[in-house]
């Protein structure tokens, strides 16, 4: 670690010891986290702020809970929630990298906050399967991989108290939006399509592969906020014990079923529904995918609570991306967007606003989506939708 340029920073309540961006530089001159020795993503703050915000409003009605971070790179979102969040008992960091083994001890020196965090080196999944063998288990566990999750998830739901919590990142947008369909098809079990909505549908995947190996640990997973965020997606769920829980997670799944032609698209919950729909040419389909709402309304405004009494965390962009995601609640899965009904139309584009206005003007709700500036979700159908676009259509 003495050879390896160095800074000190802040992010949130915490310093850290981290890499020097400037020795990382693309030819562009931006920092490139991953060719660093230790990874550290100053662009993932708004992942971590909006973790120290969940895991304080889950932790809020319990015993001080205890905490693994099992990817933690620097450890800065472990040593965060030990400083950041109340109700912590102790937190677990690890990551099977030597050094950044090393910078995350450093990083708990400088915090001083040897009491409750400690540092492991080991392969994640053994890290948890060795807990749980000495009679250990998580009230939460964070999972920040590099790309999938999907190679911690069962080792995660194995080590999770019943009533725990896990937070799951993704980063492979590519493989969950429709850009490699096996890919997908491998990792998460369900079909992607490209479409104008498939940054929900990256999340909606995600969910659908959580709650299907969670129900062959014979667990229930009730979801309490997931989000797309940049070249992400993260989901926050809490698991509920027993078979019959696990079933009735598994029947909220179904799939999408999508019109090439006039990006018409709607939501069937079973494959007899899906068998029923007329053969046309234009449709495809894809899933399974989570149909639930993908955020819980009393757990959303919990957190919005946490935010609004943390001043380092209320802050307009996270504050928004709350707003938006309580917007969305009960609305209909996925979302239209605007460039694909001028696409489809062949029509320029009118203000989205406009459009939102025109809909509910004529009944129906319809706001726009936390994760596409171009997106927006309605009951309308889509002869409504139209009509509304052509009038406004300059
Ligand atoms: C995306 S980074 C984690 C970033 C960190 N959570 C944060 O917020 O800054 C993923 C980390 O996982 C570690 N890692 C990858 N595979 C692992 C494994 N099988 N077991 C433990 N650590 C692993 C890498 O060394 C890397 O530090």
Not at 2 to 26: A, D
Not at 110 to 127: H, S
Not at 136 to 164: H, N, R
Request: glycine letters at 6%; one cysteine or more.
């Amino acid at each position: 670690m003495e050879k390896i340029p160095t800074q000190i920073i802040r992010e949130g309540l915490v310093k850290l010891i981290v890499p020097e961006f400037s020795e990382y530089l693309r030819e562009n001159g931006v920092y490139e986290p991953t060719w660093a020795p230790v990874f550290y993503n100053p662009q993932m703050k708004l992942n971590r702020d909006l973790s120290v915000a969940v895991v304080e409003a889950y932790s809020e009605a319990k015993k001080p809970i205890l905490v693994a971070d099992i990817l933690a790179g620097t450890g800065v979102r472990g040593i965060r929630f030990a400083v950041e969040a109340d109700n912590i008992d102790k937190v677990y960091i690890n990551d099977k990298n030597p050094i950044a083994y090393e910078f995350m001890v450093k990083n708990i020196e400088l915090n001083n906050v040897e009491n409750i965090v400690e540092a492991e080196n080991l392969d994640a999944n053994l890290m948890l399967r060795y807990h749980k063998f000495a009679g250990e288990v998580f009230d939460y566990i964070d999972v920040d991989p590099f790309g999938s999750p999907v190679e911690f998830i069962d080792s995660a739901l194995a080590s999770v108290k019943i009533g725990g919590m896990l937070g799951i990142t993704a980063t492979d947008t590519a493989v969950l939006e429709g850009k490699h369909v096996n890919a997908c098809v491998r990792k998460y079990f369900s079909r992607p399509i490209k479409s104008h909505f498939s940054k929900e549908l990256a999340i909606r995947i995600l969910l659908a592969s959580i709650v299907q190996r969670a129900a062959s640990q014979e667990l229930g997973v009730s979801v309490k906020l997931s989000y797309y965020d940049k070249y992400y997606v993260r989901a926050y769920v809490v698991l509920v014990k027993g078979a019959k829980k696990a079933d009735e997670s598994l029947k909220k799944l179904g799939y999408v079923v999508f019109n090439k032609r006039s990006g018409e698209y709607f939501v069937v919950n079973n494959l007899s529904e899906l068998l029923s729909i007329s053969a046309d040419k234009h449709y495809i389909v894809a899933g399974p995918i989570w149909c639930g709402n993908i955020c819980e309304k009393e757990f959303l405004s919990k957190v919005s609570k946490v935010i609004m009494r943390k001043e380092h965390l209320k802050y307009k962009e996270l504050i928004r991306l709350l707003q938006m995601l309580n917007a969305e609640l009960n609305m209909p899965p996925l979302y239209y967007s605007i460039d694909m009904l001028g696409k489809f139309l062949k029509k320029s584009i009118p203000p989205l606003t406009s459009l939102i206005e025109c809909l509910i003007s004529n009944g129906y709700s319809a706001v726009r989506v936390h994760c596409d500036p171009k997106g927006f979700k309605t009951d309308a159908p889509l002869e409504v939708i139209y009509a509304c676009f052509k009038k406004l259509s300059p």
